[in-house]
């Protein structure tokens, strides 16, 4: 026994020496990742928007209701809180790979012997109770390397729930944000409904009195219609949202509570963060790393696997099969065996084994190295929309105050007989698609800086 226990400490050593060294996680990101130019520069600062809780970002409390609703009950959450569950059963396994295993298989019998005479020998009664115990070391590490790559597999699981959260929270934002701008066009097209029958009654009261067309009041009259089919069109889209918002929420078709346009707005002032952030906020980029890591340690194993593996068991019970017919109690049964296996000839398959494990770490290096560019590429694109929105907002604004005061302009002009219907039109027209396009600018706003903050590797808090 002794002579086994020395071969089990210089086992344990050799595994623990540290054959393969711990992958080193990927720190570095290019200091233009974001791009380049003075408005992305100033914008980089030790703060960012992504150092915020998606609490602090959308601060409309019917909103974060809509938001933990769907993160408490949405199935494609609930799949990944799953994956990472049974992540970390699998690393619990390989942590207890360490550990030899012990079990035991009791066994008995009885047996006669029936005489030519018709007679029955006394029958003979025999058991074994045997404990066994088996242990794989892993000379080349082999274990630490299995359990290492789990908890890079766990990584991965934890890595994708939280981009399952953040698009969650993102999907439920942007749809909340689109139920309130269809809000605020159907308040735009009723009031222009509105104003547009009074237009509509004071074409019919100047044909009435001979001073316009019959023309005139048809072609007021069908822009009317057109604007109470708009109506009626958004209405519908206001149904479809709700519907697409109740099944990221997991419940059925309903009424969704929300405030008006322009209540809990989103911050206006906000910061990209220094580059290197990116790389600790974003979990794509987190999950692009520990597929590395997993690729890593399975160039590992591979290589491991050229290396001899020792094999300890070991048995210990009692039996009364070593005596006479009955003998309890029975004698003690010992035994102790150690066996090394070293590969020599496997028809290449483990040279195969260790290419193909180190194309696919390569690989998932240039994944990775793509994840980051991908990413620096998105938040770009999301910080040049919310500039732009906010240079639009300004223009957008003047050009509805302008076409406002056109509009009351021409309609007493119209209503002195000073103006002709098309004139009207025209200036109605281009007051409601100014009205529109300017709630719409300050839709596709918020939604570049909601894309903004998800591109920064917020909404993972």
């Known amino acids: 026994m002794k002579r086994y226990s020395i071969i089990i400490i210089a086992c344990l050593l050799f595994s623990g020496c540290g ?15 974001f ?12 703060s960012s928007i992504a150092g915020i809780s998606w609490r602090e970002f959308f601060i409309d409390p019917l909103l974060q209701q809509l938001i933990d609703t769907a993160l408490s009950r949405n199935t494609d959450v609930q799949s990944a809180r799953l994956t990472v569950e049974k992540a970390e059963a699998a690393l619990k396994a390989a942590k207890l790979a360490y550990l030899p295993s012990l079990s035991i298989a009791p066994s008995g019998s009885v047996s006669g012997t029936v005489m030519t005479d018709g007679s029955v020998s006394p029958a003979t009664w025999t058991y074994n109770i045997p404990l066994q115990l088996d242990w794989n070391i892993g000379i080349a590490g082999s274990v630490t390397v299995n359990k290492r790559k789990s908890q890079a597999v766990l990584s991965q699981a934890q890595a994708q729930r939280e981009a399952m959260q953040a698009n969650i929270i993102s999907a439920v934002a942007q749809q909340y944000f689109m139920l309130m701008l269809l809000d605020k066009q159907l308040e735009i097209l009723t009031i222009t409904d509105s104003l547009w029958d009074v237009s509509l009654e004071t074409q019919r009261a100047l044909w009435e009195n001979g001073r316009t067309y019959s023309t005139a ?57 220094v580059p290197a952030a990116l790389l600790q906020n974003r979990p794509d980029i987190r999950l692009a790393d520990h597929v590395l890591e997993e690729a890593f340690y399975n160039t590992a194993a591979a290589r491991a696997a050229f290396y001899p593996s020792l094999s300890l068991s070991g048995l210990l019970g009692w039996t009364n099969s070593l005596g006479s017919a009955i003998v309890n109690p029975g004698a003690l049964i010992m035994q102790a065996a150690a066996s ?55 223009l957008y604004s003047r050009q509805v105050e302008v076409l406002e005061d056109a509009y009351e302009g021409t309609h007493q002009l119209m209503d002195n007989g000073k103006a002709s219907y098309l004139e009207v039109l025209t200036a109605q027209e281009s007051l409601l698609s100014a009205q529109l396009n300017d709630a719409a600018n300050n839709y596709n706003g918020s939604l570049a800086l909601i894309a903004l903050y998800i591109a920064l590797g917020g909404a993972t808090k």
């Open 340 to 394: 090394l296996m070293q590969p020599i000839f496997a028809r290449g398959k483990l040279t195969a084994n260790l290419k193909i494990a180190r194309l696919t770490q390569e690989d998932m290096l240039n994944k990775y190295v793509q994840a980051v560019i991908n990413a620096g590429n998105q938040v770009n694109e999301a910080l040049a929309d919310c500039q732009k929105a906010q240079q639009k907002y300004l």
């Open 19 to 33: 054959v393969y060294r711990k992958y080193t996680s990927q720190s570095e990101a290019p200091s233009d990742v």
């Open 217 to 273: 009041v048809n072609q007021m009259e069908s822009s009317s219609l057109n604007v109470k089919m708009q109506i009626i069109d958004t209405q519908r889209s206001i149904v479809q949202v709700e519907n697409a918002l109740c099944k990221l929420l997991a419940q059925t078709p309903q009424h969704i509570e929300r405030n008006s346009w322009g209540e809990y707005m989103l911050p206006e002032r906000f910061s990209t963060g």
């Open 35 to 46: 791009g380049s130019g003075d408005s992305i520069t100033q914008l980089q600062t030790d």
